[in-house]
């Protein structure tokens, strides 16, 4: 054992919860010779009350349950005493055999009774009213228990560790031991075990380096590495080069995995292009090719189909409309509205003040009168709430406009959006897999308005549809440059359009904060002292002195995760003044309490509760780990098991910011984060701010950021499929 480490045997009393999705067990343990049950915690895979456990583990002290056994690896052990073997045979483990059965098993076989039924089952046929069907229970039961050990313990002697195994088992049942043995690196299969881990795995099945089988999957890891950098493909030579240079394959042995990888249709060649800008050969993941292939037919076929209603020039109805809403359109917004009634697929683009809001009410109320279905839709629930805001029409994301579920999107093709305009906010944040699932779903006679900021960062996920879009010419598009009189004297939306044409943005000093509005800028290097001065400003200052609320109104960005100015040490900081005194427990080293500040982190359909919505914890149990968090939809409930889903929120990436505006922001902004000082990224930050923007950190990093623009390039096979949609198109 490792230092440190106690071994415990005794019997599981019962469990207090179980996860089977994951073995993950709480329960109550009674050690032999003992009379006081103790509180167990971790990995215990197919076990039943009362079940006899060999446990090695450590104690830990809970802060608030007290002392608590961690199981880090258990076995089970046969019972010895009749008292045992007759609970161990009525337990559940084999169906129709109860108390009375149990008791009659042990009458007639005593303590041979293990051997009888692992060596002679047959035997039990010798017992008054034993069945053939529980004599099949019996070896039914046996084969599993003995055959979950031998999976356990081979997957242990490769050092794989409970949690794991546990997950293993569950995915391949029997048949893990073979299929490990015949190719390690189908555990990647298995969610939470990459390329990394399945490596360390196969070395210690005497896999070597150049193994057929690790060349296969380390192209497909480095082909899913590239998609988590936003790239739908990458150049072939570039990734082989990659392969072998980082994980130490032999270039023909690269080579010949990528040859079967592609017979296998597992990873698709795209052939260089003659005469064109295309004429380097790439390579995909299919879903990627196929989804952008798809966008680019959707798009073909809404241009190219009639529209449900028709627009002449309509000046009359223009004139009405700007007479309603009391403006007058400039000779871009109106080139705009024109363009918009005269296409059924339309792009508006520009930053902020550009009057993209404007056009947008003043689309839906020229179009709305005539046509009678009407959907609004933003990638995220704060940007669809805000689109509500803005139009006073219902907006909701995309993903459950598409209704989405655990399925899939259930409107599609078949089954098309009743919706004959549709109005999409925040586009630049739409990755290459939701694209192609919204046009697959919008009928042919729609129409259809993408409105975003391309300047902005592009989407989280793969690919960066829009600016492909709008450059294939295939699409009309409308580009907003003039920033609106309200606009003008906001510091926020003139240093964000610096940044966004590649300028610095104006930093004035603090002594000439009486000239400020709404931007300020603080000077300072010191990680430390940065991460003490925003919460300070969170806490007191900014409310003080503007009367914004610390959890309503006011939201942390940071460029970074990890580090002293990142998103995970500023939660920590901000949590324990805001939040100090709520009820909580410990989770993957951060607490959530009461009142915490919470933003969810992937899509979970059956709750319908997005990635990026945000929410406050109103319920927590210490005891069994379950929350309730409120959100704008209503409030929804988090098991044990579901707590990953969410993160504290009182600060977030910059990527996570993306769709939503808050009425104040804080960024802070060093050199430590020089991986990501992009000017997208700032540009991004900039925009999300309504109404006070305050930097703090230092100047050096906001030019290293403004002068980065490398981050905009993405490798895509959009613009490839839109010149061969051309190419067909003119013949």
């Not at 031991?177 to 070395?203: H, M």
């Not at 839906?364 to 609004?376: K, Q, T």
């Not at 940007?383 to 209704?403: C, D, F, G, P, V």
């Amino acid at each position: 054992m490792s230092e440190g480490e106690v071994s415990l045997i005794g019997t599981l009393e019962r469990v207090v919860f179980s996860n089977p999705e994951n073995g993950f067990l709480i329960g109550t343990f009674l050690e032999e010779n003992t009379v006081s049950p103790i509180t167990i915690k971790g990995v215990v895979f197919e076990v039943q009350d009362q079940q006899k456990l060999h446990l090695k583990g450590n104690w830990e002290n809970h802060p608030q349950y007290g002392k608590q056994f961690a199981v880090r690896e258990y076995m089970t052990v046969e019972p010895n005493t009749r008292e045992g073997i007759e609970r161990y045979l009525a337990s559940g483990v084999f169906p129709g055999i109860g108390p009375k059965t149990a008791e009659r098993i042990y009458q007639k076989f005593g303590e041979k009774t293990f051997e009888i039924l692992d060596q002679d089952p047959e035997q039990l046929l010798k017992i008054k009213r034993f069945t053939r069907k529980q004599l099949q229970a019996v070896k039914e039961g046996r084969e599993d228990q003995q055959g979950f050990r031998e999976v356990m313990t081979f997957l242990h002697g490769l050092g794989i560790s409970q949690a794991f195994a546990a997950r293993i088992y569950a995915a391949f049942g029997m048949n893990s031991i073979p299929l490990v043995k015949s190719n390690p690196y189908q555990l990647t299969e298995v969610n939470g075990i990459g390329f990394v881990s399945a490596d360390v795995y196969a070395r210690r099945l005497g896999f070597g380096e150049n193994s057929p089988e690790r060349a296969s999957c380390a192209l497909t890891y480095m082909l899913e590495q590239q998609a988590q950098n936003g790239h739908t493909c990458f150049p072939r030579q570039e990734l082989i080069e990659k392969t072998v240079e980082e994980l130490h394959i032999k270039q023909e042995v690269v080579e010949d995995a990528l040859e079967v990888l592609t017979e296998e249709r597992l990873v698709k060649v795209l052939e260089p292009a003659k005469n064109s800008a295309f004429g380097t050969e790439m390579l995909a993941r299919p879903r990627f090719y196929f989804a952008e292939q798809r966008i680019v037919e959707n798009f073909q076929r809404l241009i190219d189909s009639e529209a449900f209603t028709k627009f002449d020039a309509e000046r009359d109805l223009i004139a009405s409309q700007e007479n309603r809403l009391g403006i007058e359109l400039d000779a871009v917004q109106l080139e705009a509205i024109h363009a918009a009634l005269q296409n059924k697929v339309l792009i508006i683009t520009g930053g902020p003040g550009t009057g993209k809001t404007t056009l947008v009410r003043f689309i839906l109320g020229l179009m709305s009168r005539r046509i009678p279905s009407v959907a609004l839709a933003a990638p995220t629930g704060r940007a669809a709430k805000r689109l509500t805001e803005t139009t006073s029409y219902q907006a909701s994301t995309i993903h459950r406009l598409l209704e989405a579920d655990n399925m899939g999107f259930q409107r599609n093709r078949d089954q098309p959006l009743e919706s004959e305009l549709l109005i999409i906010d925040e586009s630049s944040m739409i990755d290459t897999l939701l694209m192609d699932a919204l046009l697959d779903a919008i009928s042919s006679s729609a129409r259809l308005v993408l409105v975003g900021d391309v300047d902005q960062l592009p989407s989280v996920g793969p690919g960066m549809v829009l600016r492909d879009l709008i450059e294939s010419e295939l699409v009309a598009v409308v580009r907003l440059e003039r920033i609106f009189r309200q606009a003008e004297d906001s510091l926020i939306t003139s240093n964000a359009h610096h940044v966004r044409l590649g300028r610095l943005p104006e930093l004035p000093r603090g002594e000439t904060t009486e000239k400020l509005k709404d931007f300020y800028f603080i000077r300072e290097s010191d990680p430390e002292q940065i991460v003490e001065k925003v919460t300070r400003m969170v806490s007191k200052n900014i409310p003080e002195r503007f009367g914004f609320d610390p959890f309503q109104d006011i939201q942390v960005l940071t460029p970074m995760h990890r580090g002293v100015t990142g998103s995970i040490n500023l939660n920590r900081s901000l949590q324990s003044v805001l939040n100090p005194d709520g009820t909580g427990f410990e989770h993957r080293e951060q607490w959530f309490k009461t009142g915490d500040k919470l933003m969810q982190q992937q899509n979970d359909y059956d709750k319908q509760v997005f990635n990026g919505d945000t929410g406050r914890i109103v319920f927590c149990d210490p005891k069994s780990r379950e929350i309730h968090v409120s959100f704008d939809q209503g409030t929804v409930r988090y098991t044990a098991k579901e707590i990953d889903q969410l993160a504290l929120a009182y600060a977030i990436s910059v990527h996570k910011s993306q769709g939503s505006e808050y009425p104040a922001l804080i960024l802070p902004l060093t050199t430590h984060h020089y991986m990501m000082l992009q000017r997208n990224l700032l540009y991004t930050a900039l925009t999300r701010g309504k109404q006070l923007v305050i930097l703090i950190g230092m100047e050096k990093a906001v030019a290293m950021a403004v002068k980065n623009e490398e981050a905009r390039t993405r490798h895509t096979s959009l613009p490839r499929h839109f010149r061969e949609m051309k190419e067909l198109m003119a013949l």
